[in-house]
């Protein structure tokens, strides 16, 4: 089971950590993205790192806000510099892809999502 956590409602500005981690399996072995749905709008990329950690790509939207990490068994998605349209529910993915994709169809695998809210 793989499973997103760490949002909440944080004021624009502000940060937060979000963090996806596994149960039944591990995930240094695998590709792992996070991608955010926004209310009536279509699910769009973040973030993505490869299964060694070496590469790491990011959305132009929060390129230099955002930043993806992992340790053995958790990624992480450090988010900085909040803005309200950044209000979205955030889900990560697992890719047996050996670099990360922007294309949610590349990854097979997703968990439950976590709510962001960025207040103005």
């Known amino acids: 089971q793989l499973q997103a956590s760490g949002g909440g409602l944080v004021q624009s500005g502000g940060s937060l950590r979000l963090s996806c981690a596994a149960s039944?399996?591990?995930?240094?072995?695998?590709?792992i993205g996070w991608f955010r749905q926004a209310p009536g709008k279509e699910r769009e990329f973040v973030a993505a790192?490869?299964?060694?950690?070496?590469s790491t790509s990011t959305a132009d939207s929060v390129k230099g806000r955002f930043t993806i990490s992992r340790d053995h068994n958790t990624v992480y998605l450090q988010m900085t510099s909040l803005k309200p349209e950044d209000t979205a529910v955030y889900s990560c993915?697992?890719?047996?892809?050996?670099?990360?994709?922007?294309?949610?169809?590349?990854?097979?695998?997703w968990g439950q999502g976590t709510l962001v809210t960025v207040s103005s």
């Open positions: 790192i490869s299964w060694r950690g070496d």
């Open positions: 993915a697992v890719s047996r892809r050996s670099y990360g994709s922007d294309r949610s169809y590349d990854y097979p695998y």
């Open positions: 039944g399996f591990t995930l240094d072995q695998f590709t």
